[in-house]
T-cell receptor
Framework: AQTVTQSQPEMSVQEAETVTLSCTYD???????LFWYKQPPSRQMILVIR??????QNATENRFSVNFQKAAKSFSLKISDSQLGDAAMYFC???????????????FGQGTRLTINP | EPEVTQTPSHQVTQMGQEVILRCVPI?????FYWYRQILGQKVEFLVS????????KSEIFDDQFSVERPDGSNFTLKIRSTKLEDSAMYFC???????????FGPGTRLTVT
């Protein structure tokens, strides 16, 4: 079974600075998807960024980018120019790419609570 | 932009009572999911649903749980006899295809007393 580990329960960063959240995962599959979800105090889960394992290029979405190291099974999220609205719980998630019944579930890490200091 | 909606936002029930949590997935999505998050813990998969049947369920999804798509728009999670440990945030999600992103609803906070 796949597992996802986020070793940083809490992180804080000064507004406008850059912060990196860590995520490692364990899988025997060669193709899969990785995601970062944001959960603000409202508790809704919002998709931040997605990475396909077969792509070598790291995904970017505006101020959010990832550092995907497939061999190391590492998938970190970098937030540049941090804003107060970035304060949230961030979850890393894994999903298999197998097109078989039941392969679509997301496996989440424990989450990292990010605080932005003004 | 289309979004997943869930009702109610907060449900309080007594132990042993039945609850039904409702979700309206995005209209052209075909895959539906329920996840659960106990306060302070990680989000856990409960069940996935496609083509009017369960695709996969976790160990949490025992006989007390059931899902249904009663019409073309709603997707429900029923807990037949609630326990204290069922207190959690329940998230519904949907995706257009098995390979596509899952979009989450705002969640229903279930409190069992």
């Amino acid at each position: 079974a796949q597992t996802v580990t986020q070793s940083q329960p809490e992180m804080s960063v000064q507004e406008a600075e850059t912060v990196t959240l860590s995520c490692t995962y364990d899988t025997s599959e060669s193709d899969y998807y990785l995601f970062w979800y944001k959960q603000p105090p409202s508790r809704q889960m919002i998709l931040v960024i997605r990475q396909e394992a077969y792509k070598q290029q790291n995904a970017t979405e505006n101020r959010f980018s990832v550092n995907f190291q497939k061999a190391a099974k590492s998938f970190s999220l970098k937030i540049s120019d941090s804003q107060l609205g970035d304060a949230a719980m961030y979850f890393c998630a894994y999903r298999s790419s197998l097109i078989i019944q039941g392969a679509q579930k997301l496996v989440f890490g424990q989450g990292t609570r990010l605080t932005i200091n003004p | 932009e289309p979004e997943v909606t869930q009702t109610p936002s907060h449900q309080v029930t007594q132990m042993g009572q039945e609850v039904i949590l409702r979700c309206v997935p995005i209209s052209n999505h075909l895959y539906f999911y329920w996840y659960r998050q106990i306060l302070g813990q990680k989000v856990e998969f409960l069940v996935s649903f496609y083509n009017n049947e369960i695709s996969e369920k976790s160990e949490i999804f025992d006989d007390q749980f059931s899902v249904e798509r009663p019409d073309g728009s709603n997707f429900t999670l029923k807990i037949r006899s609630t326990k204290l440990e069922d207190s959690a945030m329940y998230f519904c999600a949907s995706s257009e295809g098995s390979w596509r992103e899952q979009y989450f609803g705002p969640g229903t906070r279930l409190t069992v007393t």
